[in-house]
């Protein structure tokens, strides 16, 4: 196995990890929080997949799937199309609702397979590629994409543990 593989792989325990999370769960579910500014399990998977999508894009030199492929219009959030989450206000997060769960899976899996198919042309020379020298170590592709992934897993894992939560509230 080598390198490409190995993101592949990860990117793929996240993708599912977090659709795990969100199937069965109601628009209610999706949306409870656990305290007042708790982030709910909506605003936790379209997160991460936003920041994944934002982040591939930009190293791939493409539009985000989230505007290229309509997304945007499908989620209709009250938020500018460019932002990903961080440094949400509660007020934001929680404008993040989602009706149908189908729809986070949906962007989730189109964003994954973007992300495969971005891999997939990469070379393991290509990880080594400084993308960002404003970092003290620069940063190069392959730490960008680990970062992405490590990010992915940690939100997918606060997903599942929510929706143990929510399961169990039933």
């Known amino acids: 196995m080598d390198a490409i593989d190995v993101l592949v792989d990860a990117f793929g325990r996240a993708q599912s ?48 799937v989230y505007t290229a492929d309509g997304w945007a219009r499908r989620f209709d959030l009250p938020l500018d199309d460019a932002s990903i989450g961080y440094g949400h206000t509660t007020e934001q997060v929680a404008s993040v609702r989602v009706d149908d769960p189908a729809l986070l899976t949906g962007y989730l899996d189109a964003v994954h397979e973007r992300t495969v198919a971005y891999l997939r042309t990469l070379t393991g020379e290509d990880l080594d590629e400084v993308i960002d020298d404003a970092w003290d170590p620069p940063v190069t592709r392959g730490v960008r994409l ?5 990010d992915d897993i940690q939100h997918a894992g606060q997903a599942a543990y929510l929706a143990g939560l929510v399961r169990r509230r039933r």
């Open 17 to 64: 990890d977090a659709a795990r999370a969100v199937d069965g769960l109601t628009a209610d579910e999706l949306s409870w929080r656990a305290d007042a500014e708790a982030n709910p399990i909506a605003w936790l998977v379209w997160h991460l997949t936003r920041v994944q999508d934002d982040h591939v894009a930009d190293l791939a030199g493409t539009e985000q």
């Open 146 to 150: 680990v970062s992405v992934v490590d």
